[in-house]
């Protein structure tokens, strides 16, 4: 974000055209989120120190253009650890996190694990183990089959975890115990309506125990906020991110929610059904972008859109970010330069290392 973004509603360059007119409100806090870089920078880290190839288990976040710029450096991208041969090279697991079975399997291999699943997650699977130490059954509400979901559920054992998708499956959950539950969120749903569906499950259990602090992260949380803020304010808005990203479809979904007529997904300024704006007909746009999408594609669409309209810009502020996670700790920069060697002794210790 450039420094005068920071202040709230900011500059204006318009220039005298011949091009109609279009107001452009930028939403801010957009794009990466601190576990995003970290998972990405992890990949470049390892690439730098290891050379390539380095593995990376599943899209190391959701976003095409950050996986393709990533293979042509180096990254090899698989599905499954079985899809890897027996290598010294380094194996990165994605930011979604993993069920614990995976790097239980890169230890068995003896495979060089790097983990840069983001520490909210973590914290999201600490939570649910200590439920379950706690001998509590646990409701984990989120979305059946994203990564995160799959992760956090295969962090326990089977049949331990209940999936629970609506305010409907909430209402219609039977527990073994009603008085001894937990609950536990996906950290990229919609604020509200994750609202609604805690809202069923204390109606109906009352004693059920819940994280300390929310589950969805701060970084799906404020770019919901800005959206919804900015939504009203405009005929459309373009949310830059990959459609297989949970809290982009989740900024769509606000959007129109917040009063929006028109939110639509893009990957990049390539995929911008041009008639649509002419249609609307669009004379004020919001753009933002999820917490996996790079700026670059967002300055992109900007620049698209100079090319058809005499552009006013402005900035939307709502929040300012300043979060951190450091690198898994093989990647440090203070660790020594033969960290892969001490690692392997060490048992592969590194599967799971976290902020
Ligand atoms: S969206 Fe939230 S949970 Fe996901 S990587 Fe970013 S900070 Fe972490």
């Not at 996986?67 to 990165?92: H, N, R, Y």
């Not at 305010?167 to 527990?175: G, K, L, M, R, T």
């Amino acid at each position: 974000m450039a420094a005068n973004e920071a202040a709230g509603i900011c500059m204006t360059e318009a220039a005298a055209t011949d091009l109609p007119p279009l107001k452009v409100l930028l939403c801010s806090p957009r794009g990466f989120c601190a576990g995003v870089v970290r998972a990405i920078e992890t990949v470049e880290q390892a690439l730098k120190r290891f050379g390539a190839p380095v593995y990376v288990r599943h899209e190391i976040v959701h976003n095409r253009y950050v996986v393709e710029s990533l293979k042509q450096k180096g990254a090899i991208f698989v599905e499954e650890l079985s899809e890897i041969p027996d290598t010294d090279a380094p194996v990165i697991f994605s930011a979604h996190g993993v069920p614990k079975s995976i790097p239980a399997e890169a230890q068995r291999r003896n495979l060089f694990a790097l983990d840069a699943t983001c520490p909210l997650v973590t914290k999201v699977h600490r939570e649910a183990q200590i439920h379950h130490k706690r001998g509590r059954q646990i409701v984990l509400i989120g979305h059946a089959g994203h990564p995160e979901v799959v992760g956090t559920i295969g962090q326990l054992p089977e049949g331990t975890i209940t999936l629970v998708q609506s305010v409907a499956e909430a209402e219609s959950f039977v527990p073994r115990d009603p008085r001894n539950l937990a609950y536990a969120t996906q950290t990229t749903l919609s604020v509200e309506d994750t609202a609604e569906i805690v809202a069923a499950l204390k109606a109906r259990f009352p004693d059920i125990h819940g994280p300390h602090k929310e589950d969805i992260c701060y970084a799906t949380t404020n770019r919901q906020e800005v959206v919804k803020k900015v939504a009203p304010m405009v005929d459309a808005m373009l949310v830059v991110g990959s459609p297989n990203s949970s809290n982009t479809q989740r900024l769509r979904e606000v959007a129109e929610r917040a009063g929006c007529p028109h939110a639509v997904l893009v990957q990049r300024a390539e995929e911008i059904n041009w008639a649509a704006f002419e249609s609307v007909p669009v004379r004020s746009l919001a753009v933002t972008a999820g917490a996996s999408a790079p700026e670059v594609l967002v300055q992109g669409i900007v620049a698209a859109l100079r090319e058809r309209y005499n552009v006013t810009l402005e900035t939307i502020t709502t929040a300012d970010e300043d979060m951190f996670f450091p690198l898994p700790r093989p990647l440090r920069a203070d660790q020594a330069s033969d960290i892969r060697n001490q690692e392997s002794s060490l048992g592969s210790s590194t599967a799971r290392s976290v902020a």
